[in-house]
């Protein structure tokens, strides 16, 4: 049994909004003994979120302490909590760090409660603290399990369900195509049949996206003529807008949408790669968080367009029929998981920089180790 753990804090206050590797120190900090109601995970591999830059920039994680908001894939090593067996693959929050003390009465951070189904389901108070079903792990590695079943997945299919049913007639535009939910989501979207049209930063990274996600095209929201390439790809207008980016995309592409259309809301990736965080006015609400102005609000009630913004675990409880049906489709070869992996623990900070720094597709994920 491990005596002490690795964990990785933010030393050094980010200036300008700016990260750099001097913002990370490595410590090694004892393994306490565990309490009752208490179990210790081997951490796996932790998903890089891209609010990472923001929580260290706003002083959300502080100087001196690790970011504890990290989802992560572990191994329960020892257990004095009856909601946890030792060999169970769970996901839960960590910091970054190799080892953590977790306990299923532990709430989320960062987030309200999940609803009564979900802790009943989870057997935990955290949505986000969760078993995978034995057979999930025997099929699928800790990377798929960490994106497809993640958040990333689940956004994805319960965000093109509550769009859907989508038809073949539907004309669908989805930002963040190279991103972690935007590539599941737009290969779900084809899967329906629809006409699909994608945004990434770059030629390169548009010819990537049609070409390994098999969409329609794409379009560079970097160009100078964005309004008139998005008109020239949707000359009947868009039906369906899935969007993790909000910003002046988001305008651009509200402006086309047909009446009685649909849109799901569900991050704001424009403010969270912005080179400069905004200093306005911090978002009161979920809707203005992810991008939705006044104007906007305006437009979508003018033509009715179906509008909804949620957090994922809203749908926590349906999450076994959606680990099911993803599993189907990537059996079935309809859908690719998207590797991007950086491997070992000492690399963390490496990949936190660098996401802020170089495109990247799919999830970024750190694997400290293997199951
Ligand atoms: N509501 C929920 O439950 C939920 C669940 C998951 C994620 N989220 C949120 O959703 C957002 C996206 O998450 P993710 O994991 O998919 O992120 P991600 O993998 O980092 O992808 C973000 C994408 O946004 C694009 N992007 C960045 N700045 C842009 C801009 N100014 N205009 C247009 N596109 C831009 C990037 O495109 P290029 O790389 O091609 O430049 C990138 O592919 C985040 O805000 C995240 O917090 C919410």
């Given at each position: 049994m491990p005596q002490t753990f690795r964990q990785w804090i933010y030393a050094k206050p980010v200036v300008n909004d700016t990260l750099e590797l001097e913002q990370f120190e490595m410590r090694e900090c004892t393994i306490p003994e565990l309490e009752p109601g208490q179990a210790l995970v081997r951490v796996v591999l932790v998903n890089v979120h891209s609010a990472t830059r923001m929580r260290m920039a706003r002083g959300i994680?502080?100087?001196?302490?690790?970011?504890?908001s990290n989802y992560a894939c572990a191994v329960v090593?020892?257990?004095?909590?009856?909601?946890f067996k030792e060999g169970d693959v769970i996901t839960c929050q960590t910091g970054w760090q190799d080892f953590q003390v977790i306990s299923s009465s532990d709430k989320a951070i960062g987030y309200p409660s999940p609803s009564e189904l979900v802790k009943a389901l989870n057997g935990?108070?955290?949505?986000?603290?969760y078993a995978f079903r034995p057979a999930m792990v025997k099929m699928w590695s800790p990377a798929v399990l960490m994106e497809m079943f993640g958040t990333s997945g689940m956004t994805a299919y319960f965000g093109v369900r509550e769009c859907g049913?989508?038809?073949?007639s539907d004309k669908v535009a989805v930002a963040g195509t190279a991103g972690s939910v935007g590539s599941i989501a737009a290969q779900l979207a084809k899967i329906s049949g629809s006409y699909v049209v994608g945004f990434a930063g770059g030629s390169d990274r548009c010819q990537w996206v049609v070409d390994t996600l098999g969409i329609d095209s794409c379009i560079?929201?970097?160009?100078?003529n964005l309004k008139a390439e998005i008109a020239d790809a949707f000359p009947d207008g868009i039906d369906v807008y899935f969007d993790g980016v909000g910003g002046t995309l988001t305008e651009a592409v509200v402006g086309l949408m047909n009446r009685n259309g649909r849109m799901v809301s569900y991050g704001a990736a424009a403010a969270l790669y912005a080179d400069k965080f905004d200093s306005g006015s911090v978002p009161t609400t979920l809707r203005q968080m992810v991008g939705i102005t006044d104007e906007i609000e305006t437009i979508l009630r003018e033509r009715n367009i179906k509008s909804e913004a949620w957090i994922v675990d809203a749908f926590y409880h349906e999450r076994h029929r959606a680990e099911d049906d993803l599993s189907r489709l990537m059996l079935a070869g309809r859908l690719k998981p998207i590797r991007n992996m950086v491997v070992g623990f000492e690399n963390l900070p490496n990949a936190i920089v660098g996401m802020y720094r170089t495109g990247h597709a799919g999830k970024l994920q750190v694997e400290f180790g293997t199951l």
């Open positions: 994680t502080k100087p001196g302490e690790t970011d504890p090593i020892k257990s004095r909590d009856p909601a935990t108070n955290s949505q986000w603290t049913p989508l038809m073949p560079d929201y970097r160009s100078g």
